[in-house]
């Protein structure tokens, strides 16, 4: 059997914007990804202990509520300290550019905002997965 | 193996990955689980079944939290559906398990069923072995959203419970075959809906004691918290019955036959979609279709000559 490509798409914080992590989930179900949704009000914490105990190759993390540049990094931070630095971290929402460069220096490798493709989404993902 | 060592020192990583392994049924992973077999034995295994949407999930991220309090460590193993189309899946039981969040002695994993029938899907029994190993008191397994039939569950784990809802069907519904003789325990959830009442009694009319157990019928509200105590002592009462008998023997002979039986089936697939047997299976093929032999005869002799068990 081959192997399959494992991803979790989460909401971090407090917003209870979930259409666009629903359209992600989705997408890379067709593409024939098993993705892991673990819904709304997501502690870094919380997404890390699901995230290893899934064994995911990524995750996506989405966010509109402007907080961002503290929970995408605290995640990257909180995997390399559980030994899981392995596991790519990529980020969607709305994202003002300034901020994309700042996060992929913080480790998050990439950054999707409204309007992306989502066959460049399901991409990402498979390449960051084999 | 390192990986065994890891997952028998509590490492989760490990634990994660090793039924990742199995799952994609990676080289090392036979073996990984030969390892581990000597280790398993002790969790008891409880299964929940039922059709989707009655509140499985849920249930089981209230016993969770219940069992946490009474000193239990828990593992989960949560099987959703693939696409038969695309191969893909979303899985997404652990929304509502998010209680449990980062709590050391609970372990959730979700699997996709990646074709296999019956509500499960292929490494879910393994799964629960790894997790067993790994030190869970108690394993939850919660089938696919099952319909009349898909009572695999029954034949794997040692409590069975059987979820339904209310109004989901009259006494002629319950008095059906299938997913109701298999349950240990009945719950009828979301008993804040109303008309609960009526669906248990339909229910209790149906079951009958067998072999010194007669399956309670209760009632519970995931969603209020209401009924969990009582259903959490419900599988305590079923598991020292087990344990009391020769029932918890059985069940693990039952179980060791069927995975004996399911083993030998996939040695033999695997034998013949090697190359060298995979000619010989060509050249009976061939025999079969210019009407030389017939299936069942060249399936004989096929046996006969396969060096197997290597």
């Known amino acids: 059997m081959a192997k399959k490509i494992r991803v979790l798409i989460a909401k971090p914080g407090l917003d209870g914007h979930d259409r666009g992590a629903k359209v992600v989930a989705r997408a890379l179900r067709d593409a024939g990804m098993e993705v892991i949704y673990t819904g709304l009000r997501q502690s870094p914490e919380d ?57 992929k220096r913080a480790g998050v490798r990439a950054v999707f905002g409204p309007g992306t493709p989502l066959a460049e989404i399901v991409e990402y993902f498979r390449s960051s997965g084999t | 193996m390192k990986i065994v060592d890891q997952v028998l020192n509590g490492d989760k990583r490990a634990t994660a990955k090793l039924i990742s392994m199995i799952e994609d049924d990676e080289r090392g992973a036979s073996e990984a689980l030969a390892a581990i077999f000597p280790h398993t034995g002790r969790a008891h295994t409880v299964g929940f079944t039922g059709p989707p949407g009655v509140g499985k999930s849920s249930l089981i991220n209230r016993l969770v939290r219940e069992f946490r309090e009474r000193g239990k460590r828990i593992g989960v193993v949560a099987v959703d559906p693939t696409s038969p189309f695309t191969g893909g899946a979303v899985l997404g039981d652990r929304i509502r398990m998010a209680d449990t969040g980062t709590d050391p002695g609970v372990f959730i994993r979700s699997m996709a069923t990646r074709g296999h029938s019956g509500g499960l899907a292929l490494a879910t029994f393994d799964a629960v072995k790894v997790l067993d190993a790994f030190g869970m008191d108690l394993v939850f397994v919660e089938t696919v959203g099952a319909g009349q039939s898909e009572v695999e569950i029954a034949s794997r784990a ?67 918290g209401k009924g969990i105590k009582e259903l959490a002592d419900a599988i305590v009462k079923h598991y020292r019955y087990l344990k009391a008998g020769p029932m918890w023997r059985r069940r693990e002979a039952d179980r060791a036959r069927k995975e004996l039986y399911e083993s030998m089936r996939r040695l033999l697939a695997e034998t013949f979609s090697e190359d060298a047997a995979g000619e010989t299976l060509e050249g009976e093929v061939a025999a079969i279709v210019s009407r030389k032999t017939d299936p069942r005869t060249a399936a004989k002799k096929l046996l006969r000559d396969l060096k197997l068990g290597r």
Do not use: Y
């Open chain 2, 158 to 224: 040692h409590t069975t419970v059987v979820v339904q809802q209310p109004q989901s069907g009259d006494s002629v519904q319950a008095l059906k075959a299938g997913i109701l003789e298999i349950g240990d325990i009945h719950v009828v959830n979301k008993a804040d809906l109303g008309g609960a009442d009526a669906m248990v009694s339909n229910l209790d009319f149906m079951l009958e004691e067998r072999m010194g157990w007669r399956p309670p019928v209760l009632q519970t509200s995931a969603l209020e």
């Open chain 1, 47 to 103: 997404i890390v202990e699901a995230a290893i105990q899934e064994d995911v190759d990524a995750i996506g993390l989405s966010s509109l509520s402007g907080a961002h540049m503290a929970l995408f990094p605290d995640v990257v931070k909180l995997l390399k300290k559980r030994g899981a630095g392995d596991i790519v971290v990529v980020g969607g929402g709305i994202i003002p550019d300034e901020d994309v460069a700042k996060l």
